[in-house]
């Protein structure tokens, strides 16, 4: 039997891969054969397949054939460079690197420098006849494999370099000299045969079997895991191996090392954007270890080799028709290409690229919008340092990922995930970030560095996230011991407040005002694509006049849900609310209410008016009682202090009454308990009050010659009879209103469905109801049986141990609680064909839910006003991945 | 066109009904005609049928035809009886009667007499030869068509005969003379024109239709629908109307009523068993206003027609195989039937009843088994007074109702309804009971009564709602103004407690003990027979070694539900709990839990012992950890109390840390909080500590030669892989202690369903679930969004209002919990086609959710110890009732 085929070479004379095969060869392999393929210079080498990472975790050995084809592929290196791999004399040097299907930096990093040992690294002095670097490039690889494929502190080797400066009198790593080096080589090794018990490897096959494995079982290493975790990668997949030839940007100052963005991905402009370092080898520029110089200065410095460059970058762009994140190698004033692959980008990027490229010809609407993730629109809609406010800017780094965030101080990742879970925004302050630290970049509000440029660490994980960072700040100093950070001689403390914009690279000590951000004109095209493409109606929850009107300015179809609740607990009403509730009877009540109508009428209005005509759909009273009442502990406080200033005992008894109430209200489950029509059916004069108004109000406009149609939604039916009680309570107010205004009025009385019993017999309630709209907050409630107030002792847990995969509050449980809302729309639709049918929970604003009840034929979503763009993407993407399927 | 038949004839000439037309002619209709089919004397007459009554109330007329046919029924009795109606000189008369198709003891009670007016009753005095008669009759006539037919009060027309006994001396009725009759007929007509403002209605044939209107009306009076809703009648049936040619029980003492039943409805036994009133008219006997004499003192009286009436007795009993309830008027010496239908009777007698029946041919088993209502077997298994306790017995009644009932003195049946809501248990205490009363005589625990016989409104009543009732018990007087009941001269307040025993009519003063019953031979017999047709399973739920031993007694074949929580409360056991609950860290934790492990340990051998090897399902703790901690204010009070008593500081302090820990475990939901396996998968040492003491035992008695096969259950489960994570912490601590007992056990790990999301995803939990117990409590509150602990707000409200049928927490809501009940069973058995599927909640002893669980193929119901008899009837009623169908 012929083995599978587990090895794929790449380079000038053959190359068997090509972009498509990214699941089999990883996204870097299928990238590195695809450049072959169209004559751009790659050092050649060959990808070891995914597939063999999945049968090595899970059988711990190499399928039969692998090393065959192996050594077959390193053959042909061998005799393309003229040189044999672990050869004393003239060895054949190999770089190692990972390669998932999507880039995972969480992974393990690069081997470089790869088959060195005692004999080969004077081979390779003689050979370059450059010592220095033969001797440079060993310690090099000894630090590298020692760190990556033995897991020895890579601090403990830079200590040593540290001692040896010191002994030397010397600063820069570039002052060591050959013997300085060879000395370091030997103190390697040491460390290395003291930690492992075993001398290094000196057989560069036995190197590169570690290597390998090394590469394999990072796949599943922690940091990994949790990189996985946070980007919903499955941990099926495997990771592929690259090995290539080695090319060397650190033999001098003809050579040197690079990152390149064909399009600039902070903010979308068509220019290309990178950095370099002269003599330097790759990981140098991404460690952020040294600053870089911008890509601009090599068409001074190396004017061929940056039209070399610029021919590559737009052959590229062509070719793939995206912008393309490149890496490169100098070596000798030869160029290499080490990577090419989609560069990550800002929200604010992601839209102006995909318009650009409309507009180029380069890709059609549809791949525009598909370019656009409607998560990380979010991001642009997230709050920016209001313009009007006069700053005391105290340092400003690189403008490394947009949008602006406030929080208070911590200096390591662990302390940003620790306060999170008590609610405590930070803003994570790093000399720089490495992949340890992505939890608590996820954690923090923005992320601040010291060192490192924009395609740092910092920098691409923070874009990727969204999150605001300000990178390269040299202005300040951290004393993690002390816990201080200086930045111009002032101190601030761990916990302090401080606030960065990340658009501009400014840093403020202190809070600083956020305001929300608007629309541009790019992210207006590709929303005004979304709505072309979209089948769902995007509505927004408003509960003002000032909210309703946002809502429309970000697009918004309808107000899916206006709780009027919010609205009594307005100063103004509250005590005429209070009143109500302590009402002795139906007429004392029923004054309570007369006193509230005309505020409820005039709430309407503005909220008509606002949405000028589009549907709006008002959910009567839903919380319990005693929301609207004090607290029992602060009223036990008032008594108190009213016996301390000698009140009188009229007074004291008015407090003692409210307190009776609050006792007589207060309920075990109040999730559970007396709210929604449970209150309407019980106090019908509380709906009655509100139908009036709603009725008045739109007749009312009605009359100034806008057509009204308010809808009228009754919430927490649990039986179509509530429904039916309460309907039946609230038709002839509305028709009693309408005699008196003499306006003929179009309105529409339906329900949430916000309990499991509710979507299961959907079928009744549709018979009577109108419409529907899918309350998932409490479905989720109840579907569960989680209390979201109280979930957080549990809730958490049950996330990072995986026991589900998300936050059901925050992504829609299809399986379950999705399963319900299907049935629901199933019953209610099969006795009234015509249902219209919303959502209106959390889940309306985010892109995995829409796109769920786009696909079971919700009618709309409704979200808060600033996720409705969205939500308008989201749901054009629904309609553009199943055209896909 | 013809019209449709709406007038059945039925009496000595043709007969055109029959007993299997219940529906259309009502029960008393169908049954009078039955009796005329088979030679049975009944006064001749005719009925109309249920279905004019729908009409009549739909239209408010009659339909086409109906006069005419009446006029050709009457035209019939005229011939037969040789008068006419509405005659002067030789008038008919007739009674006009309601009659449902079941017994409505809430609806319009009979007129009798009609068609007298001024001039007949004349013609009648002649004809008769007794004049007094005439005018008896008359009053009688005036005073009932005013009370059921116009709504005026009978307590003014009593008044007025009040008045007159005084102004003439006398006491008794029967002493009033022809001249006061005939004046208080004047009278009696001045009053009903002064209250209708029109004079009496002299037309016979406008009697007729006012009184045959005022039936159908009386189809939708309060205290119909409200017997209707106690009963479940539908409100679509209507009501017939039989009306008859009169026949008088009050012509003197050859004449007289009665009524009896041809086994004794209190015990069962086989004797003929009545009462009868001479000279006496139909009413009398019922309404308890005199009391009359038991039949046995007929056969001395009047031999002949005791004769006739004992051979008409078993001639029914024989022709209608089911023991016979009847009525009986003697008309100068000759004997009519007015009624015959199947008897009420104790759940006892019914039981003993079916039994003998099967021994004397006349029934199958399963028939008998049918005739035994299991809602009824609960009142069987309801407390008795402990025989070894001496009563100071102040008085005794009629044993009217079997059982013994304890509760406070109410005076009216809207105290007892009041009171009830309260959760106040009370005793009814009434001179004597009216149809009014049935709302309180339902709410009390029990009914006494000063009046009325064996066969009275409270007798009848209480043994039909198997409340225990003491009637006629003549040594009380009640004092309603003062709320006191004089008894011997001891007076009792309202307000005091006091219990009666319905089985041998005994009051007692104050609270006394009552006991569980047993299950007698006949009940036996009957389970028995229930064993042989059932196929569900019937378990019980129970937590002690005494519960246990309580379930095998009743038959339970298993432990469907076995709380450990309720282990946790002991107080030998709370102190290790609530260290536990204070651990600060796991070790802590685990060293409390090792003090609870033996305890636990031997809580599952003595149920695993008492059960004998049949399965005993444990449920892992389930409540919140909180319910185990003293309650906030109590703590607090401590503080108080150790400071007046100039306590340490540390022992405040440690009072101090349980508040704190109080408050953090707090929740706003505790019914959607951290409980079930959410704290076992948390803490998972607590379910580690519950499976060692299980399979401990497990393996300790099976080394003794039983064979016990725990069933393990993880509670609150709405994601399989909650439930796998659990198991998977479980399955290695059962391994460790078989293999240190070094026993094989089979032992099961399962979960309940209690939540919307497990039964929708059980095709998921079934893959590692070996079983399933449907939790229909929790079920019901997250299906409903209702918390048991608050519904009470609206919850009775919903039921008075009919918004929900029944309290879905003691009825099971099939149509939506139970639809969920059917997708998880139907999910479930789609991956796992032998699971076993339980049902444990209150539902589990509710016959018409044990039917319903026995249709959607639960394997068993599991209910308390003294339901299960109730339970075993119930599924094999479920099989019967599928076979008839």
């Excluded at 891969?17 to 590195?32: E, I, T, V, Y």
């Excluded at 600039?264 to 290309?272: I, N, Q, S, W």
């Excluded at 009140?647 to 008894?653: C, K, W, Y």
Aim: charged residues 25%; proline residues 5%.
């Amino acid at each position: 039997m012929v083995d599978k085929q587990f090895v794929y070479h790449f380079g000038n004379n053959e190359t068997e891969g090509k972009s498509s095969m990214k699941n089999l060869l990883g996204s870097k392999g299928a990238n590195l054969a695809e450049m072959a393929n169209i004559g751009i210079p790659v050092p050649s080498g060959f990808t070891i397949t995914t597939e063999v990472c999945v049968l090595y975790l899970e059988n711990n050995q190499y399928p039969s054939g692998l090393m065959e084809q192996i050594d077959r592929s390193i053959q042909k290196l061998e005799k393309e460079d003229s040189k044999i791999f672990g050869d004393p004399e003239n060895p054949l040097l190999l770089s190692v690197r990972s390669g998932a299907r999507i880039s995972m930096p969480g992974m393990m990093d690069t081997v470089l420098n790869l088959g060195l040992n005692d004999e080969s690294v004077a081979g390779l002095a003689t050979r370059t006849g450059n010592e220095r670097f033969a001797y440079d490039s060993y310690r090099r690889f000894l630090t590298m494999f020692a760190d990556v494929v033995l897991g020895i502190e890579y601090n403990e080797f830079e200590s040593l370099i540290d001692e040896k400066k010191k002994e030397l009198g010397i600063t820069l790593d570039t002052e060591l000299d050959i013997d300085a080096l060879k000395d370091l080589t030997e103190k390697f090794k040491k460390l290395i045969e003291k930690h492992t018990g075993e001398p290094f490897p000196q057989d560069a096959r036995k190197q590169l079997q570690m290597s390998i494995n090394a590469v394999f079982s990072s796949w599943n290493n922690q940091r990994a895991i949790k990189y996985r975790k946070i980007n919903k990668i499955p941990g099926e997949w495997g990771t592929g191996v690259n090995i290539q030839s080695m090319v060397y940007g650190n033999m001098g100052n003809n050579s040197g090392t690079g990152v390149a963005f064909t399009r600039d991905p902070a903010t979308g402009e068509k220019r290309f954007f990178g950095e370099y370092l002269i003599n330097a080898q790759g990981e140098d520029v991404v460690a952020g270890i040294r600053t870089p110089k911008p890509i601009d200065d090599l068409k001074n410095n190396m004017p061929e080799i940056y039209g070399q460059l610029e021919d590559i970058q737009h052959k590229l762009e062509e070719h793939y028709r995206d912008m393309q994140d490149i890496e490169f190698t100098i070596q000798e004033g030869k160029l290499y290409m080490l990577q090419t692959r989609t560069g990550k980008r800002t929200a604010i990027s992601a839209i102006r690229i995909a318009t650009e490229m409309v507009e180029e010809g380069l890709i059609d609407k549809k791949t525009a919008l598909m370019r656009v993730d409607p998560d990380q629109i979010d991001k642009l809609l997230h709050p920016m340092i209001d313009p009007d406010i006069s700053l005391d800017v105290v340092a400003t780094g690189l403008p490394a990922s947009p949008g602006a965030a406030v929080g208070k101080i911590v200096f390591t990742a662990e302390d940003a995930e620790e306060k999170v879970k008590d609610g405590i925004k930070t803003i994570l302050v790093r000399t720089e970030t490495s992949p340890e630290d992505i939890g608590g970049m996820n954690a923090a509000e923005g992320v601040l560095t010291v060192r490192g440029g924009m395609t740092s660490h910092a920098a691409v994980v923070a874009r990727g996230m969204g999150k605001p960072c300000v990178a390269g700040c040299g202005d300040i100093t951290i004393d993690m011991n002390q816990g201080i950070l200086t930045v111009k001689d002032i101190k601030i403390k761990e916990g302090d407040f401080i606030t960065i914009d990340g658009s501009t690279g400014n840093v403020i000590i202190g809070k600083v005002e956020l305001v929300e951000p608007g629309v541009t004109d790019d992210m207006d095209d590709i929303l005004k694509w979304a709505d072309e493409v979209r089948t769902l109606k995007i509505r927004a929850n408003a509960d003002t006049p000032h909210d309703a009107t946002a809502a429309r300015d970000f697009g918004a179809e309808g107000i899916g849900l206006c709780r009027t609740e919010h609205m009594f607990f307005g100063e103004d009403r509250i005590p005429a609310v209070r009143e109500m509730i302590m009402a002795k009877d139906t007429a004392a009540r029923k004054a309570a209410l007369d006193k509230l109508l005309p505020m409820q009428r005039e709430d309407f209005i503005g909220i008509f008016r606002a949405m000028e005509g589009h549907p709006v759909t008002i959910r009567l009273l839903d919380p319990p009682l005693h929301e609207f009442l004090p607290k029992h502990m602060e009223l036990t406080k008032t008594i108190r202090e009213l016996k301390a200033n000698n009140a009188s005992q009229d007074d004291i008894d008015e407090v003692r009454k409210v307190i009776d109430r609050v006792e007589s209200l207060s309920e075990i489950n109040p999730m559970l308990g007396h709210r929604g029509c449970r209150l309407g059916i019980t106090y019908p004069e509380i709906y009655e009050m509100q139908v009036r108004a709603i009725i008045e109000a739109a007749c009312e406009l009605n009359l100034e010659g806008m057509n009204i149609e308010p809808e009228i939604m009754i919430p927490l039916v649990s039986h179509t009879n509530e429904f039916e009680v309460v309907k039946n309570d609230l038709i002839p107010v509305a028709k009693t209103v309408m005699k008196e205004k003499n306006v003929e009025l179009e309105y529409h009385v339906g329900t949430m469905i916000e309990l499991p019993r509710a979507a299961l017999t959907a079928d009744q309630i549709a018979i009577e109801a109108e419409f529907f709209s899918f309350g998932t907050n409490d479905l989720t409630q109840t579907t569960f049986g989680f209390s979201r107030d109280d979930a957080g002792t549990f809730l958490p847990y049950y996330n990072e141990e995986d026991i589900l995969e998300n936050d059901p509050f925050a992504v829609l449980d299809q399986e379950g609680v999705g399963q319900l809302i299907k049935i629901g729309i199933e019953k209610g639709r099969s006795t009234r064909p015509d249902l219209k049918i919303g959502l209106c929970g959390e889940h309306g604003g985010e892109p995995r839910s829409i796109k769920f009840g786009h696909n079971i034929g919700l009618d709309y979503v409704s979200c808060s006003p600033f996720r409705v763009p969205i939500a308008r993407l989201a749901a054009a993407h629904a309609v553009l991945e199943n055209e896909e399927k």
